[in-house]
C-alpha cells in the first residue's frame, strides 16, 4: 500500500506557472504507475497525465499537451507536474495517483491510491 501527499497547488495569474508534487510513502514507489487526475466543480474527475514505473513513457490529456510535464524521482519517491501558460479553466482540485503494475506502460485510467488533493485557482 503507499499514501500520498500532494503539495504546491494555489492561486495563479493566467498565463502562469504553478509545480505540484506529490510524495508517496513506501520503498517500492518504482513498482507504482502514477498520474495526475484533476475535478473541476460540477464536473468528472479526469485523467491530466500519468507516467511509467521508469519514467519513460507519458501521455497527457489533448487540453494540456504542450503546456504540463509529468515527470517522477524514484530516488525520492515523488512525481512532479509542471504547469505552464495556465488557463481558467484549469481551475481545479488537482488528485495524484498511483496504482502497483507488472506492466512497463500502463494505458488504463483506474487508478487504486489516491491523495487527498490540492487546490488549483487561475484568474483571468
Known amino acids: 500500500q503507499v499514501q500520498l501527499v500532494e503539495s504546491g497547488g494555489g492561486l495563479v495569474q493566467a498565463g502562469g506557472s504553478l509545480r505540484l508534487s506529490c510524495a508517496a510513502s513506501?520503498?517500492?514507489?518504482?513498482?507504482?504507475?502514477m498520474a495526475w487526475f484533476r475535478q473541476a466543480p460540477g464536473k468528472e474527475r479526469d485523467i491530466v497525465a500519468a507516467?511509467?514505473?521508469?519514467?519513460?513513457?507519458?501521455r497527457y490529456a489533448d487540453g494540456v499537451r504542450g503546456r504540463f510535464t509529468i515527470s517522477r524521482d524514484n530516488a525520492k519517491n515523488t512525481v512532479y507536474l509542471q504547469m505552464n501558460s495556465l488557463k481558467p479553466e484549469d481551475t481545479a482540485v488537482y488528485y495524484c495517483?498511483?496504482?502497483?503494475?507488472?506492466?512497463?506502460?500502463?494505458?488504463?485510467?483506474?487508478?487504486?491510491?489516491w491523495g487527498q488533493g490540492t487546490q488549483v485557482t487561475v484568474s483571468s
Open positions: 507516467i511509467s514505473k521508469s519514467g519513460g513513457n507519458t
Open positions: 513506501g520503498r517500492t514507489f518504482s513498482s507504482y504507475q
Open positions: 495517483a498511483a496504482i502497483p503494475t507488472r506492466l512497463a506502460y500502463y494505458t488504463g485510467n483506474e487508478y487504486d491510491y
